[in-house]
Structure formats: structure tokens, C-alpha cells
């Protein structure tokens, strides 16, 4: 009776410290987590990149503490760990790449939570870098993720970078339409639009002549943040305009 006591005892007296130890990591993570999204020395995308880079870390500590108070030997654990961890090196090298990735783009800045940017062809709103992981709200509204290791080989548009931006718009009229009228027409209604630059005034051109059609090209700038609504709101009303006068379309 004496040693199943003794046994329960100990076994006890483990799994308390294994729940102290799980315990007591997870908040610790979760308060250095908390500290640096706090920090006024870092920028959003440097805070929560290192801030989850910092709890996994601690999380991973956690739990080596948790198997060494079980009663694995440090040196059997630290052999283990080197041949499995190689094992998974290899297996995982797309999740490692990923990782130095993540790295990569804190550190460099190609882009930061907010921008509006294209990668891998997707343009949208960065919402969050992680540790393996971009992701970006698109022009459609639906959530993208993109692995950091391709997007440190990929080519990236940043359009956030400048407070300016150049719009250009083309309108396919007809072969015999009134060219002169129509770019007339474009740089007008692109003077009237509030959101306009009109330091730097809308220009029209006739670009070329293609497939029994003549493309009308418009040249104006507005704020970056402005860029989507001012694009959108121009395309419609030049096209009403255009058909106000008239002026046949392609």
C-alpha cells in the first residue's frame, strides 16, 4: 500500500509540475506577445511578425521544459531532438523557407500591413504578415494567403509607397468618331472630378488605331488612397459623357 502511494505521489507530483510548467509558458508567451504589439519603437508588420515569432518560440521552450520534468535525460532529449529536428528540416524545407521569407520581408519592407500591393498577381490590402504566411484582403474582398518564400522571388508592386498616382483610362471609339471632341470631352470631365490632382492636368491622347478602332487614352493623377474610387467614378462618367454627345463607341 505504502509504494502505490509513493508512486501516486510522484506521479502526482509530475503532472502538477507539468501543469505548471504548461501553464506558466503559455502566459509568459502570451505576455511577451503582448509587450512588443505594444512597442512604440516597431511598426504593425515588425509587431506581429515578431510578437507570434516570439510566443511560438517560447511555446516550443515550454514544451522541452515540460518533457525534461517528465525525466528525460537533457543529452538522450538534445539527440533526439537533433535527429528528429534534422528529419524535419528536410521534410519541412517549403515551411523553412517561408520562415526565412517572413524574415526577409520585415527586415527589407518591401511592403507593410495597410499597402495596397500586387503579389503573385493578386492586388489587395496587406492585412497580416506571419511567420509563414502574407495575407491580403483583394479588390474582391476575398482573403488571399501566400507563403513568404515565394513572395521573396516574386515580383512586388507596392502602390502605397507613393502619395501620388498616375490613372490612365482608354475608351475604344469608333474609326470616323469625332476624336478631337471625344479627348476634349475626357480631359473636362476628368478637370470636374473633386479627387483630381489638377496640378498635374488630365491629358487625353489617341494612342492608336487598331481592328477598326480608335483608342482614346486619358492620363490624370489623384492620391493613392483615392486611386480605386477616382478610377471607377472617371470610367463611368466619360462614358456618359460620350454618349451624351453622342460620339460613337467602338
Not at 474582391?140 to 498616382?165: E, F, K, Q, Y
Request: glycine share 6%; hydrophobic share 55%.
Amino acid at each position: 500500500m505504502a509504494n502505490i502511494l509513493s508512486i501516486l505521489t510522484a506521479v502526482a507530483t509530475v503532472l502538477v509540475k507539468l501543469v505548471i510548467i504548461i501553464i506558466a509558458g503559455l502566459i509568459i508567451a502570451a505576455a511577451v506577445a503582448k509587450i512588443i504589439r505594444r512597442s512604440k519603437k516597431l511598426d504593425e508588420t515588425a509587431k506581429n511578425f515578431f510578437a507570434n515569432f516570439a510566443s511560438t518560440a517560447i511555446k516550443v521552450l515550454t514544451l522541452i521544459t515540460a518533457l525534461m520534468a517528465l525525466g528525460i535525460p537533457a543529452a538522450t532529449f538534445v539527440t533526439v531532438l537533433g535527429s528528429v529536428g534534422l528529419a524535419v528540416g528536410l521534410a519541412l524545407q517549403g515551411a523553412l523557407a517561408n520562415f526565412a521569407g517572413g524574415i526577409l520581408l520585415v527586415v527589407f519592407r518591401p511592403f507593410r500591413i495597410g499597402d495596397h500591393v500586387t503579389l503573385g498577381g493578386t492586388s489587395g490590402i496587406v492585412q497580416n504578415i506571419s511567420i509563414f504566411y502574407t495575407t491580403l484582403l483583394a479588390d474582391d474582398n476575398s482573403v488571399v494567403t501566400l507563403p513568404n518564400g515565394t513572395l521573396t522571388n516574386a515580383n512586388i508592386i507596392n502602390t502605397s509607397v507613393s502619395d501620388d498616382r498616375r490613372i490612365c483610362l482608354e475608351f475604344s471609339l469608333a474609326p470616323d468618331a469625332d476624336l478631337a471632341a471625344a479627348k476634349k470631352i475626357a480631359v473636362e470631365t476628368a478637370s470636374k472630378n473633386a479627387l483630381i490632382l489638377n496640378a498635374l492636368e488630365p491629358t487625353a491622347t489617341v494612342s492608336t488605331h487598331v481592328e477598326g478602332k480608335a483608342i482614346v487614352k486619358l492620363t490624370a493623377w489623384a492620391k493613392s488612397a483615392d486611386y480605386a474610387k477616382v478610377k471607377d467614378d472617371l470610367d463611368r462618367e466619360i462614358n456618359d459623357a460620350l454618349d451624351a454627345a453622342k460620339i460613337a463607341k467602338a
